[in-house]
């Protein structure tokens, strides 16, 4: 036997076809509404139609008469133990059920359970609740208004709406630079708060076992061991006796990262009634309550010399966290990666300031799509990137490329503590700028606006750091982050592997495989891969922020290459030669300078099991547990050419390129697939999708009717191409890449629209560029 060919075995670089798709495509998933108990009761949850109102009555007696209601849950009665309120994520509190107010629309107020989802439902319309209306505050400005009410006036202390005040950065060489500039660049922006919308809803099936104490709770979590956690801390239960399985999942999107009420409300249900108890958010109750992402504004300027140099930046963030600040991450930043901003760009200098603000919305804060704040950061910095190159009168891939890093800079520091390790961004701009004909559609844009016809290009160049996981170089989170993997091979050589990741719908199954099959040699089709139960993973921080194959991937290798490590020492003894006599090709061993005497890896697998050396422990398996040294860098160039119609605002998107730095691609079908996605809600965040409130605090868009997502008929067309720059400090080289579209790509449709249109003063529309709004800013233009 040979050196396998890696590809063939469904190795790296094989656009394997995702094995998970067997059972999905066929119907045979198990998502958590298909998992009914023996005996399960059926939960669902009123909600506050207010933003803001003091709760003055809550009368559930009508609820408690209705055949087959088994229980209503009530504050006062979670305040009795001691379970009103919960801590989130971010060190803040949460209601768990609303007891002396509520603070915002679809809050939960009251719960019940019955035997089925239609009782259920009659025992929520059965509850009385009587509210005295406060006003409502919507946004930052409102928040932070001299004499607005409290909203957080539950906790002791607080005087004021502002959640936290927080800052990074060289404040007075910051300001020196600014004093130097030729040109200060300012721009005023805000990122609109949108929401991941997966298809499938939040939702717990949790069952206590009276008899053994052991409460299991299947979960459509993104994190399992660390809502395990929760679930301990909050409920005050023993660890190990909870079990989190989190089945299939119909996409996450960040979605089902955080610990929602609705979960505790279950679980103590089912402690409660002595039953299993489901529950299932509606699309409503996701819409208006759970996971919102983004919903901030920048105040933003940049301080440049007059040859294109960037010589600082300065930015100020109001945030608007809703009534509870549950961002689903505990970082020490408390704006997540804001400062990630401007990292591929070599600018020595610069400061940034953020204050959150409360107000009467929901939670905000998820991480959708985006590595704690990063699709803000990448937005910001590109809408920033534009405003400037205008403002110099200089030509948008020039003053990149006076700014970008050079391939000779690295590793290279930011001006905010992270470090830049590997890319080469000028290759890649090129590589966009080649693919969409640059200075073709310039000559193009300009013959055509002697016809009135409305052209315009955007650019969006970034590096985003993923993976959050690493403890040594940069402190995310204040804790430290890691990644697991276990391998057994068993005796036939064929493999299964647990992971501390969660699938939601990237592939991992297939990958993983993968990254053993170039390991080991294994044919990526003898290797299982499972993940979710923490009764069987090994311990793990879970999927969001594009930190699967950063951190779990590498573990998947390490977790190998320890296997390998052993197998080597099984095929010495098998071969009758000393171990540095072997060596490894993929897939066997074979004796240094007699190629012909080899031991497969299944070989090796057997003989673990019965042939081992005389004092080995039997069994081929390994864990390995990964902190990785630094978060990784992709790094990507999107450029979009659209036509803006003059007379009525509407924007075509004419082409779209793409060009990806992920490192080395386990499967390049599937990191297509994650590149495609990310687009399609790139376009999502330009064109139409964004949710609002109205002055009252009711939700404008909590259904889909008013909340727009792309279909596939809006969605244009990608040309995707790809640089390849290892990670320095991965096993396999690989970079995340999950939401790499989505966090560049925005930017370069606004800047195309504007590029259109903005030649003549406009110089910001505010996302999604709406025809009104496009057209409005068209008048501005006409009449300047
Ligand atoms: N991959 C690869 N080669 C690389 C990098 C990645 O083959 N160099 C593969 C990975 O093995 C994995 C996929 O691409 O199968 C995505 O990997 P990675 O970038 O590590 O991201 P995660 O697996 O951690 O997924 C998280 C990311 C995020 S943050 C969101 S949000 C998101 C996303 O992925 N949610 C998704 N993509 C999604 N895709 C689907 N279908 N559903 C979601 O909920």
Redesign the pocket.
């Given at each position: 036997m040979t050196a396998l060919d890696e590809v063939k075995i469904g190795g790296l670089g094989a656009s394997r076809l995702r094995v998970e798709d067997q059972r999905f495509v066929r119907g045979r998933g198990t998502y958590l509404d298909d998992i009914k108990l023996p005996g399960m009761l059926y939960m669902e949850i009123v909600r506050s139609p207010l933003a803001h109102a003091r709760i003055t009555r809550i009368d559930t007696s009508k609820a408690w008469q209705i055949p087959g209601v088994r229980l209503v849950l009530t504050g006062e009665m979670m305040a009795q133990r001691n379970l009103a309120w919960m801590p989130t994520l971010s060190y803040d509190t949460q209601a768990v059920l609303a007891t002396d107010k509520v603070r915002f629309q679809g809050q939960e107020v009251v719960v019940v359970v019955a035997d089925d989802p239609y009782i259920a439902k009659d025992g929520c319309d059965a509850v009385e609740i009587d509210y005295e209306p406060l006003p409502a505050i919507v946004n930052p400005e409102q928040s932070a208004a001299p004499g607005a009410p409290i909203i957080r006036d539950d906790k002791p202390g607080q005087t004021d709406n502002t959640c936290y005040r927080w800052e990074v950065g060289d404040r007075e060489a910051t300001e020196r630079a600014f004093a130097e500039a030729d040109v200060v660049s300012s721009l005023k922006l805000h990122y609109p708060r949108s929401h991941?919308s997966?298809i499938e809803c939040c939702g717990a099936v949790a069952d206590f076992d009276a008899g053994t104490g052991k409460l299991t709770v299947y979960m459509t979590t993104q994190a399992p061991h660390i809502v395990r956690a929760a679930v301990a801390l909050i409920a005050e239960l023993p660890e190990h006796q909870i079990r989190i399985v989190s089945p299939d999942?119909g996409?996450?999107?960040?979605n089902k990262v955080p610990v929602y009420p609705g979960y505790v409300h279950a679980i103590l249900a089912s402690i409660l009634t002595g039953r299993p108890v489901k529950w299932i958010e509606d699309k409503t109750g996701n819409l208006i309550s759970t996971g919102f992402g983004r919903d901030m504004y920048l105040d933003a300027q940049m301080a440049l010399r007059r040859d294109g140099k960037i010589l600082a930046v300065r930015m100020h963030a109001d945030t608007d966290q809703g009534a509870f600040f549950a961002d689903a991450q505990p970082s020490k930043f408390k704006v997540g990666l804001l400062h990630s901003a401007f990292a591929c760009y070599d600018i020595g200098i610069g400061y940034i300031t953020a204050q959150g603000h409360y107000t009467n919305k929901a939670p905000g804060g998820v991480?959708?799509?985006?590595?704690f704040r990063v699709t803000e950061a990448m937005f910001f910095q590109e809408r920033m990137m534009q405003a400037a190159a205008t403002d110099l009168g200089m030509d948008q891939a020039e003053f990149r490329r006076i700014n970008l890093r050079r391939d000779v800079a690295f590793p290279a520091r930011t001006p905010f503590g992270f470090l830049v390790d590997s890319g080469q961004y000028h290759k890649c701009l090129q590589v966009g700028l080649d693919a969409i004909g640059y200075d073709e559609f310039r000559r193009e844009q300009a013959a055509a606006r002697e016809k009135g016809r409305l052209l315009g290009i955007g650019i969006s160049t970034m590096t985003e750091p993923?993976g959050a996981g690493n403890s040594r170089e940069y402190d995310i989170l204040g804790i430290k982050m890691f990644d697991s993997a276990e391998l057994r091979v068993h005796l036939t050589g064929k493999a299964i592997l647990r992971t501390g990741?969660r699938?939601?719908?990237?592939?991992?199954e297939?990958?993983?495989a993968q990254i053993v099959a170039h390991e080991l040699g294994i044919p990526a089709d003898d290797v299982v891969v499972e993940e979710g139960d923490t009764d069987t993973a090994p311990y793990g921080m879970g999927?969001?922020?594009?930190?699967?194959?950063?951190v779990a991937?590498a573990a998947v290798s390490m977790a190998a290459r320890k296997v390998r490590a052993k197998a080597r020492k099984i095929a010495a003894h098998l071969l009758e030669v000393s171990e540095e006599d072997v060596e490894w090709e993929l897939g066997r061993f074979y004796v240094r300078g007699a190629p012909e005497r080899g031991a497969s890896i299944q070989e090796c697998a057997m003989a673990a099991y019965s042939n081992m050396p005389d004092g080995m422990e039997p069994g081929l398996e390994a864990t390995a547990y990964y902190d990785p040294p630094n978060l990784t860098w992709p790094f990507a160039c999107y450029i979009v050419t659209v036509e803006v119609d003059p007379e009525t605002g509407v924007w075509d998107v004419l082409r779209v390129v793409a060009v990806d730095d992920?490192?080395?691609?386990?499967?390049?079908m599937?990191?297509e697939g994650?590149i495609m996605?990310g687009l399609t809600e790139a376009y999502a965040m330009a064109s139409m999708q964004f949710q609002t409130y109205d002055a009252d605090g009711n939700m404008i868009g909590a259904n889909y009717m008013d909340y727009l997502l792309p279909t596939a008929w809006e969605t244009p067309g990608f040309e995707l191409h790809e640089v390849v720059t290892p990670c320095p400090h991965h096993p396999i080289g690989?970079?995340?890449?999950?939401?790499c579209a989505a966090v560049g790509g925005p930017a370069a449709f606004v800047n195309a629209v504007i590029d259109a249109i903005g030649d003549a003063g406009v110089r910001n529309i505010d996302m999604p560029l709406l025809p009104d709004r496009v057209w409005t800013a068209l008048q501005t233009r006409q009449s300047v």
């Open positions: 991941p997966p999942i996409g996450g999107f960040g991480a959708y799509r985006c590595s993923l990741a699938t939601q719908g990237q592939g991992h297939t990958t993983w999927t969001y922020a594009s930190r699967s194959t950063p991937g992920c490192g080395v691609r386990i499967n390049p599937i990191v994650q996605g690989a970079k995340g890449v999950g939401e």
